[in-house]
């Protein structure tokens, strides 16, 4: 069966401090893997999208940048954090042409 | 672009039927999503629509209207465990399966 895992679960930083979040998935191969945000009482902000190791789409223009180093391993970065950086980061990921995302257990991060 | 509209906020009793309303306007269709989100946890699949008509899963059900940019989630017998988040979501991307959120419908099911 697959597994989506992302670490860590809750960040407290400092602003100007560098971000590394992580999100592997296990048990699927050539997965499409999204990273989301989620503000208090708001939807998902889709971040950026990969279909393939070293392919990255952004949606938004920001402060974070991702990477897909490996097939089922996916991170999000930031050199210095914003205050508005704060917020539900959610990585997902889907098999290519399928609808269903299934979304890993969040990182709650908290920009100080 | 893509704007999708739902409720903030509905409250319902125990063991009564609720209906979440979603219209959306959008650049693209490839289907529209409803997930389910309990506080700080990840959003949970409920249901896909990609034509017209109500597709009944349970005690969940989901209808979706394209002409008209309109789709309801309807809960049924409701129960406590029901009260949570609910986030409509319109699929716009056929290759890379892009979605695009609403802000969520929260559901308080009350005794």
């Known amino acids: 069966s697959q597994t989506i895992h992302q670490w860590p679960a809750t960040l407290v930083q400092p602003v100007g401090s560098p971000l590394s979040l992580e999100c592997t998935v296990e048990?699927?191969?050539?997965?499409?893997l999204y990273w989301y945000r989620q503000a208090a009482g708001r939807g998902l902000q889709l971040l950026f999208y990969s279909v393939g190791i070293g392919q990255i789409s952004s949606e938004v223009p920001q402060n974070l940048s991702a990477s897909r180093p490996q097939d089922r391993q996916f991170i999000l970065s930031s050199k210095k954090l914003l205050l508005s950086d704060s917020g539900f980061y959610l990585c997902a990921w889907a098999v290519p042409s399928s609808y269903e995302q299934y979304f890993g257990p969040g990182t709650r991060l908290t920009v100080t | 672009g893509q704007n999708i509209d739902q409720p903030t906020e509905m409250t319902a009793t125990e063991g009564a039927i609720v209906q979440i309303n979603c219209t959306y306007q959008t650049s693209g269709f490839n289907g529209l999503f409803w997930y389910q989100q309990h506080a700080g946890e990840a959003p949970t699949f409920l249901s896909y629509?990609?034509?017209?008509g109500l597709e009944e899963k349970g005690r969940f059900s989901s209808f979706l209207s394209r002409s008209k940019g309109y789709s309801y989630l309807l809960l049924k017998e409701l129960q406590m465990k029901d009260s949570a988040s609910y986030l409509c979501?319109?699929?716009?991307?056929?290759?890379?399966?892009?979605?695009?959120f609403g802000d969520g419908t929260t559901l308080t099911v009350k005794p």
């Open positions: 048990g699927t191969s050539n997965p499409n």
């Open positions: 979501a319109v699929r716009d991307g056929a290759n890379a399966g892009k979605s695009t």
């Open positions: 629509n990609v034509l017209d």
